[in-house]
């Protein structure tokens, strides 16, 4: 079976932007991209999830399926379903998820990238910081676009 790729090249060695066709050579669009190097600090025998609006950021890094928590399955993109609407407003949505995971594969600590700084994880989900210790490991300014961050975290059973 014939692979579909994408032949990139880069616009701006920085800047993320890439002229691509089809049926090509497999090379990461996101190559460039500051934040890909989050992904190293994690350590190879720990699992690495992300929440809905890091998907595409984590597969465009690895171009792999990603265990997503807010809607508690792996997914390769975003998508604007009925299912993520019921699953974005549940005010408990991260610890569910983690939850879900910990009954399939489980973990005594995880990371997790993520569009949201810490503050703002403890207002979507309330319960996450009483069943979870969430550590701030590093974030990059702009990682995925000028005005956008990415944050790594380590969430680690209590």
Not at 120 to 128: E, F, R, Y
Request: aromatic share 10%; charged share 25%.
């Amino acid at each position: 079976m014939e692979e579909d790729y994408c032949k990139c090249s880069v616009v701006e060695s920085c800047g993320g932007r890439s002229e691509c066709s089809s049926k090509g050579y497999k090379v990461s669009v996101f190559k460039f991209l500051p934040g890909k190097d989050l992904l190293v600090q994690v350590p190879k025998d720990k699992q690495l999830v992300c929440d809905y609006w890091a998907v595409n950021t984590y597969s465009a890094y690895l171009d792999m399926p990603v265990y997503c928590i807010d809607v508690q399955k792996e997914m390769n993109m975003i998508l604007f379903d009925n299912d993520l609407r019921e699953k974005l407003s549940d005010g408990s949505r991260y610890t569910l998820g983690l939850q879900k995971l910990q009954q399939t594969a489980p973990f005594t600590d995880l990371f997790m990238l993520s569009t949201h700084p810490p503050g703002t994880l403890a207002q979507i989900d309330s319960v996450l910081n009483r069943q979870y210790e969430i550590i701030l490991v590093d974030k990059r300014d702009g990682a995925i676009e000028k005005f956008s961050n990415l944050y790594l975290y380590q969430i680690r059973v209590r």
